[in-house]
């Protein structure tokens, strides 16, 4: 992951190595100790290749989004696009972010393909172990996580097959992020936080916990409340198709969410 980038940008990758206490190309290009699938390195190393993809991006001569959006950790490297911290603090930030929630386990997340949201609060709202669960990320009409404790998740599997849900697939994830059960780390969070200043976004970023454009005054806030909220990655596309916009880029490694976008363009029209 991001292999020739960090060669180009060395001065980001020496600044990296610093921050984190370690090679940050040897855990994306080799893994050597199999740490990369955790959170608390999963997240520094996304961060720091999805920065070094979008600076290539400009440096190549592209121009810069009217708007930028991310989703869960990806949302700081569009606060970094915006001009609304610096690499350094981003990383650092993230840093903190990832240690947190890998502190947090004893819980899990599920993918259900194949019915939209409204339908799979109902089934949730029908049972005690559903109550339990929150809708951790809405990521298009057609595919929705949810997290909590594990037990709860197996216990509502036979409801939604029962409701004949196209997939309904367990994650491997460490812990039930985005949801109620992140709400102690989300306050550990806000308290870093309140050491750093954030200048007001230069372009629009699409908050994960509203699916609006981040307030000026309230970046800190915003940002603190992401770790226990769900990410409303559909309302931000939907919002953002609102106000005229077409053409959609992702900027990191993978296309995840370039295909997510042509889902919910395909539902929307």
């Known amino acids: 992951m991001g292999g020739p980038l960090f060669d180009r940008f060395a001065d980001w990758s020496a600044e990296s190595d610093d921050i984190l206490g370690y090679s940050i190309r040897e855990l994306c290009v080799d893994d050597p100790r199999s740490e990369l699938g955790l959170t608390q390195f999963t997240q520094p190393a ?18 810069p989004p009217q708007y930028v959006a991310g989703h869960s950790l990806g949302e700081y490297n569009a606060l970094l696009a915006s001009g609304t911290f610096d690499f ?17 386990s004893g819980g899990g997340m599920a993918a259900i393909i194949g019915m939209e949201p409204a339908k799979i609060q109902e089934i949730l709202e029908a049972t005690d172990e559903g109550r339990r669960l929150d809708i951790a990320n809405f990521n298009s009409f057609d595919q929705t996580v949810i997290a909590g404790p594990m037990d709860d998740i197996a216990a509502v599997k036979p409801q939604f097959e029962a409701a004949r849900v196209r997939l309904f697939i367990p994650l491997k994830v460490s812990a039930p992020f985005h949801s109620r059960y992140m709400r102690e780390p989300q306050a550990e969070f806000a308290s ?14 699409i908050a994960n916990a509203t699916a609006a454009p981040y ?5 800190r806030d915003t940002l603190a409340r992401q770790i226990g909220s769900a990410v409303r990655w559909l309302d931000s ?13 992702e900027a990191g490694p993978g296309s995840v969410l370039a295909k997510l976008i042509v889902q919910i363009k395909k539902k929307r029209t």
């Open 88 to 104: 350094a603090t981003g990383l650092k930030l993230v840093k903190r972010r990832g240690a947190l929630m890998g502190q947090v």
């Open 215 to 219: 307030a000026a005054d309230a970046v």
């Open 237 to 249: 596309m939907l919002f953002l198709m609102d106000q005229g916009v077409t053409d959609f880029e």
């Open 192 to 205: 870093f936080l309140a050491g750093y200043a954030f200048a007001p976004p230069a372009i629009p970023v």
């Open 46 to 63: 996304l961060f720091v290749v999805n920065a070094m993809t979008y600076r290539a991006r400009i440096e190549d001569g592209a121009a």
